[in-house]
């Protein structure tokens, strides 16, 4: 059973450029969340979907970031004209739908670095 | 008020000893579930452990159990018979199943474990 993947593993890019990064889930898992992790902090809920819906997206931070899943598989998270605070831990994680017990299993990040 | 509070910045244990890293949580919702995972340098998350409040039984996986005390509103995972490869990150995790919040993981800010040989 393949995990939660993640790409690319790292970028850096300068201010104003805007970025996509992508998230592959565990294959049978109709739920896919994202996170946001800064230095020395524990990840931050931004959105998440439930197959191609998303169900919650008032946590993104701005309206610079946007996140889709068309075809109730993998999904993107774009951040458009960066700044340098947006540099921080992308974590994608997914998960089935299994009532109080269900759990989040996540991939090993997009770390960003915004110059 | 933070849900999730982790007052350990970082620990030290001897390899082959055992560790408590303590957790303690807020909430009014009944019904909650408490999620430790570990994160080592290379960023990933990995699940480690998970206690229902409504379970009566402290979970254990392997090395790792949860102590859960209710009443208190702590979940402290210890892990048993220390590891050089468990110098990790470690986090607390709530998830509250009522208020529309029964999908996002709430973390706290983590407890930096370093196991010495």
């Known amino acids: 059973d393949t995990g939660v993947s993640q790409d690319p593993r790292h970028k850096i890019t300068k201010r104003g450029q805007n970025v996509t990064f992508r998230c592959d889930p565990i294959s049978e898992h109709n739920r896919l969340y994202w996170y946001r992790q800064t230095l020395g902090q524990g990840p931050e809920f931004l959105t998440y979907?439930?197959?191609?819906?998303?169900?919650?997206k008032s946590r993104l931070l701005s309206d610079r970031f946007s996140a889709e899943r068309p075809k109730g598989s993998f999904s993107t998270l774009e951040i458009q004209r960066t700044e340098q605070g947006d540099s921080a831990m992308y974590l994608c994680?997914?998960?089935?739908?299994?009532?109080?017990?269900?759990?989040?299993?996540f991939g090993p990040g997009t770390r960003l670095l915004v110059l | 008020a933070q849900k999730i509070t982790q007052t350990q910045p970082g620990m030290f244990v001897q390899e082959k000893e055992a560790v408590t890293l303590d957790c303690t949580y807020d909430t009014s919702d009944p019904s909650y579930g408490l999620f430790w995972y570990k994160q080592p340098s290379s960023g990933e998350m990995i699940f480690l452990i998970y206690?229902?409040?409504?379970?009566?039984q402290n979970a254990t996986e392997g090395r790792y159990s949860l102590n859960f005390q209710k009443a208190r509103k702590s979940a402290n995972l210890v892990i048993s018979a220390s590891q050089l490869g468990d110098s990790a990150m470690y986090f607390c995790a709530m998830r509250e199943a009522g208020g529309g919040s029964n999908y996002k993981l709430t973390f706290g800010k983590g407890t930096l474990l370093t196991v010495n040989p």
């Open positions: 206690q229902g409040s409504y379970d009566q």
């Open positions: 994680a997914s998960s089935r739908l299994a009532g109080s017990s269900e759990t989040q299993y």
């Open positions: 979907f439930q197959n191609e819906a998303q169900l919650e």
